[in-house]
């Protein structure tokens, strides 16, 4: 029995593309322990949500698992059969999308698509989940839950949507939840509330949450741990408190100095990362990042960095800190 | 709903009229009369039919004479078919019309919608491919190469069938065959291409994350909003079939209205023409407003107006 | 990742951690070109085997219907006699003892009809006539349909309302009755206009062909018509011409760069499953009397004749009734490869 709740090795996952093979995630290694939350942070197409879908076995045509193992409260995920995954998805994972306009179906009102949840996965009786439909509207503070339990999605707003897509995710009390760039899609207030809320929510609730974005600002506030995604791999990972005051990867250094603060100095300016992400049809031999890179060296055109441990948690795949590295051991 | 239904009424009526009043003044634009043909009668006989049909009345006399006996229900007598009236006739015919085209567009859908479904969950495989090949040449072949390849091989060599006439079940295989052939391709494509899309939608996903069977997902999630493209289609299409194709009644001596109408067009028998034109033309916008209500119905981000 | 320690398995050279130069790491960006919407479009086709295939069948047809009649030794009117209701590949008693005297006469592939005459140049002409009727008729609605969408939903507000009602009314008289009325009104003005000089051509191509016409631009555009309507409304809303228009872009600019590349691949896919859709009327019309005038042939009619005697000669009535199939489905499957591969909203 491992001691975390979600424990991925080594996954590696493509997908097979009339135009050839797109390596998604390249050797994805990522843990976190009940009730914590982990941020995973990253440019599209870095493969933060190919890696949560995979987990939930949501992983969409043509991808396909090739490598190593996901691990789940003990079961190994990529090994379930289709019926035991289903007995998983929604009870004891859960998951948020991003777009909440779309991701409700049009046809059904919102109670029947959250007692969906609540009588595939619970013995209640449906007047039960009715209740119990009301009880998670409240929670996510939506008020006369009677009355939205009629309406159906088009009748609602965008915050409206994704806080009966949290209570959807919500209805088994989920020992995991993915919130897959879950304010991207909202208004700047309204996002402000749903992270409020989410945050409520895991007090309460105690659940772990995997918290996918592009944001840093969102994860610094919310996460115990951040995962820091460029072109299918993990180039740091570590607290928010490694991230955020000890970056070592060139990337995630970039990403940081190109957050707006609240305590800059006058005309201080944001400093962008130069370039455009990789074309995953092709990828670079060496390290993805090194064309977009100030310090590239000849080496990260060539080969691939090794992972670096740079303490309990935090570690980075860079050359430079290779070279750091060789060069205190070649001091001593 | 009922404002609603009421304001469609008030449009059905505008254009039944309008379309009554084209065919009208279109069939009088075109030369010959309905007694022209019967050469033994002589010009003294036809003034005096044409005298008895108020045929001899200026055209726009004869048209407010109509309207205002159409109003009523009253669609005159035929002018060929003596002593019957337009009613009388469309009653008779219209129920061996409806038997043989609604039987079809049974099959059509009973067929069509499941196949179309399974080509679409099974994309990109062999059944897929076979569906889809089946259904392309479906839309490919016109009705009377069906009916005659149909009557040739079961009627004439094997002579399983009976080639004419609809006096028992076995009358009725043939012509469903040929009439249901073409729509049944048809529903095939478009649940096929309706269902891929509605299967890549958000809301699929989410039902699959909430733990929801592949079964169920598609039956509940994604069937109601992947048939709407084929609710508009069958609803014309309902209406053209029941009152019967040309061609199939033609080739199987079905005594139906379909080859009703044509008698009555190459014959000049206006009032039956007229008839049987709003006839249709009531049954297609009837069939639309039910179309619109079942759209309605299905999908409740509509809003009837 | 405690087991993943820091290995060094390949040999590291102090030179390796010299920083890159600008070119060596331009070198490692490969661009994918861009190409255009065209271009793209076009290489798809390419690659879609089925559509490929069809344009083939569909440029032999061409040939067929269009190049060969030209120097065939038969003509599609001439009465061959002594060779009524030949069998494919038979030849008539005169023909034979030609044959048998030395002469080469040229077989009759598919036979003769019960009027004697040969049969494959009758089913060539019969294909170059739905051919023509397809591509002309469609040509007559792509106009007349694409104008009048456009205009109603470029106005919108009551024209598009009134104009809308107008396709409803169309739509809900029944074609076969306009069609022969019209063939039947048009018989007499057609027979004047005859005599008139420089119009000699009616005759040959008879009155019902072109009153066909006449019902094909008064009937069917009204489909087109619709999504055109649709189209522009959706484009004309859609938040990238509002983008470009409040960038300043000019109205002319917008048309060719938005509107048209948007717009352009479903009226391309529209208008080539339209053709086939012409054809299938037509072959209908000739089948029910109505279509061409003889001694002009077309595949619809061609079928209709070959009823009565199917029992004792199939092959006149499967010949033409299975190649009114083959070019039906090969510009279907053509025209479902134009949209795989132009349509940019199916693109994936």
Known sequence: ?332 | MLKYIAKRIGLAVVTVWAVATLTFFLMNMVPGGPFLSEKAISPQATAALEAKYGLDKPLFQQYLTYIGGAVQGDFGDSLKQRGRTVTEIILMKFPVSARVGGISVLVALTLGIPLGCIAALKRGKFLDSLISVVATCGIAVPSFVICTVLLYTFGAKLKLLPTVGLTSWKNYIMPVMALSFYPTAYIMRLMRSSMLDVLGQDYMRTAKAKGVSGFVSLFKHALRNAILPVVTYVGPMLAYTVTGSFVVEKIFTIPGLGGEFIGAINGRDYTLIMGTTIFLATLIIVMNVVVDIVYKIVDPRIKLK | MKENPVSFQLKLNPEDFLPATQEEKQSQVIMRESVSFWKDGGRRLVKNKVAMVSIVVIILVMIFSFIVPSFYPYSYKDQIKGANNLAPMQYSEEEQAKIDAGESVFPHIFGTDKMGRDYAIRVMMGSRISLLVGLIATGIILIIGSAYGSIAAFFGGWVDLVMMRIVDIIYTIPDILLIVLLSFALKEPLGHLKDVPGFAWVNVVGENLISIFVVFALLYWVGMARMVRSQVLMLKESEYVTAARALGVGSGKIIKRHLLTNCIGTLIVTTTLQIPSSIFTESFLSFLGMGVAVPLPSLGSLASDAINGMNTYPYLLFIPALLISLIILSFNLLGDGLRDAFDPKLKN
């Open chain 1, 1 to 332: 029995m491992s001691e975390y709740l979600v424990d991925i090795k080594n996954e590696r996952l493509s997908f097979f593309t009339p135009a050839g093979e797109v390596k998604a995630l390249n050797d994805v290694s990522i843990h976190l322990k009940e009730g914590e939350v982990l941020g995973i942070v990253g440019e599209s197409g870095s493969g933060k949500s190919v890696t949560a879908y995979s987990l939930m076995g949501l992983t969409a045509y043509p991808g396909k698992l090739i490598g190593g193992s996901l691990y789940f409260n003990g079961h190994q995920v990529d090994q379930m059969t289709d019926k035991e995954m289903r007995k998983i998805r929604g009870n004891e994972i859960s998951i948020i999308f991003q777009d909440p306009m779309t991701s409700l179906n049009p046809v059904y009102t919102i109670g029947n698509q959250i007692m969906e949840a609540i009588l595939l996965h619970t013995d209640k009786s449906k007047e039960q989940a009715r209740e119990r439909a009301k009880e998670l509207l409240e929670l996510v503070g939506i008020n006369e839950p009677d009355k939205r339990l009629k309406q159906y999605p088009h009748e609602l707003s965008g915050g409206m949507r994704q806080r009966v897509m949290i209570a959807i995710a919500l209805a088994c009390e989920p020992k995991l939840l993915i919130a897959d760039e879950p304010t991207t899609a909202l208004d700047v207030t309204i996002q402000a509330q749903i992270l409020e809320l989410m945050m409520d929510l895991k007090k309460k609730l105690g659940m772990a949450i995997i918290m996918i974005t592009h944001d840093l600002g969102v994860v610094a506030s919310m996460c115990d741990r951040i995962a820091v995604m460029y072109a299918g791999k993990v180039i740091e990972y570590g607290t928010a408190d490694d991230i955020f005051y000890n970056p070592k990867h060139q990337y995630t250094k970039g990403l940081i100095r190109s957050i707006p603060r609240i305590d800059a100095k006058e005309h201080e300016r944001l400093i962008p990362i130069e370039g455009t992400p990789v074309d995953m049809l092709n990828p670079p031999k060496g390290c993805p990042f090194a064309p977009r890179c100030e310090e590239c060296m000849k080496i990260c055109l060539r080969e691939m960095p090794p992972v670096t441990d740079l303490g309990d948690v935090h570690y980075t795949q860079c050359w430079l800190i290779q070279k750091e590295e060789m060069e205190k051991g070649a001091a001593k």
